[in-house]
């Protein structure tokens, strides 16, 4: 792969002309059935399915889209150095289980390597088979940026002629902006603006993990790394979850819980945990703050296929798509017990370290987290308990209110 940036990005850049009386991908032609395998080069290619954001929400084709997000670094570095079937078959189990997204790293220095270069070569062909198993691509643009010599301008540019020219595309221009492994550059915001400026409008773009200063919220979406403390409990990194809902309303647009503690077998303080249940209740409580969630874990760095505890915390992450059912997160307010207009007025804190909900004038899905007791929820006037699920560490409740 040795042609430099500049051609690269010249090249890129006349690529991306759809092909006369139509508006096809451009790509890997006809080679790509035989990468994907006969199963998956039946599936619907995305087309016209470009995410779009609607206030707080992701649209996909007018419709609402659940971002449910797995991290895979590697997945691009892996295309560019033949592991082709490696690739195929992460995607195809990522498909099998509705993973939405998947995050990728467009060049690397310390987790693997991989030069920019080889990743905007190869970058077209991830997003086509991603594409044909309905799964969106968020593309992190800028990693390791200390360590690599690379022109961001030129870099950011190509990412984003290569996403415009693939509807499954999103871009995360870089990853964890003040992180000390990129640049002093790249901690500057302004920057970031600029560079966002060389991303075609149409593709969705946030400009990296905001934090709670929002110093890195511009773009049309944002991106949020939560503390990965678990206090003495074990809990905190799960109720901090719950303050996404307050930073999407001020940002006023998409949040996605991107990066979280990491799923591991053997839990390390501060940075991955090892219990499904805490999994299972990030789960619920991003869903319910009403942000996108992103399953992060230690396997993911590489792009390896979840197994073991990572696999079942994984899957009880997952569940929270089933334990809500579909649209909660878009359906009334979200707010903490106690909090005005609240459905629940109180409860034992000495036995629950949280209680959240999502409600709407006539109904309200409740939360309890980190349960050691009843946490002997009180419900305020007119509102009525419905139903209860008791699972580990947490309460999942229901309840109606009578509407005159």
């Known amino acids: ?220 979406f944002a991106t949020m790394h939560f503390p990965r403390a678990g206090g003495p409990s074990g809990w905190r990194h799960v109720v901090t979850l719950a303050e996404g809902a307050g930073l999407s309303r001020i940002w006023n647009k998409p949040v996605v819980n991107d990066e979280p503690i990491g799923a591991a077998e053997q839990p390390i303080p501060g940075r991955r945990d090892s219990a499904p249940a805490r999994f299972r209740a990030a789960g619920l409580v991003t869903r319910l703050a009403g942000m996108g969630g992103t399953f992060h874990y230690e396997g993911g760095l590489q792009a390896r296929i979840p197994a073991g505890r990572e696999l079942e915390c994984f899957e009880a992450w997952n569940s929270a798509w089933d334990l809500l059912g579909p649209g909660v997160e878009r359906q009334g307010v979200f707010s903490a017990a106690g909090e005005a207009g609240a459905a629940v007025m109180s409860y034992s804190r000495e036995h629950a370290a949280g209680v959240f909900e999502r409600r709407s004038d006539a109904a309200a899905w409740v939360l309890a987290v980190d349960v050691t007791a009843d946490p002997s929820i009180r419900w305020r006037a007119g509102w009525k308990e419905v139903s209860v699920r008791r699972l580990e560490g947490v309460w999942l409740l229901t309840a109606r209110r009578a509407v005159k």
């Open 1 to 220: 792969m040795g042609i430099g940036l500049r051609g690269l990005w010249i090249a890129v850049a006349l690529s991306i002309a759809p092909p006369a009386g139509g508006r096809g991908v451009p790509g890997l032609g006809g080679g790509t059935a035989g990468v994907l395998g006969s199963a998956a080069a039946k599936r619907t290619t995305i087309r016209d399915s470009r995410l779009q954001t609607q206030g707080v929400h992701f649209l996909r084709d007018g419709q609402p889209f659940d971002w449910r997000g797995i991290s895979a670094f590697r997945i691009v570095e892996m295309e560019a150095h033949g592991r082709h079937a490696e690739v195929a078959r992460y995607l195809d189990w990522a498909a099998a289980h509705h993973v939405t997204v998947i995050r990728v790293f467009s060049m690397a220095r310390h987790l693997f390597d991989l030069s920019p270069a080889d990743g905007l070569t190869v970058l077209p062909q991830v997003l086509e088979q991603a594409g044909a198993r309905q799964i969106h691509v968020e593309i992190v643009a800028l990693v390791d940026t200390g360590a690599i010599q690379v022109d961001l301008d030129a870099h950011v540019k190509a990412i984003g002629a290569i996403a415009a020219a693939h509807p499954n595309a999103i871009v995360e221009i870089a990853n964890e902006p003040a992180h000390p492994t990129q640049r002093n550059e790249v901690h500057d915001p302004r920057v970031l603006q600029r560079l966002r400026t060389l991303i075609p409008e149409v593709v969705p773009v946030a400009f990296g993990s905001a934090e709670e200063d929002g110093a890195y919220s511009g773009g049309s």
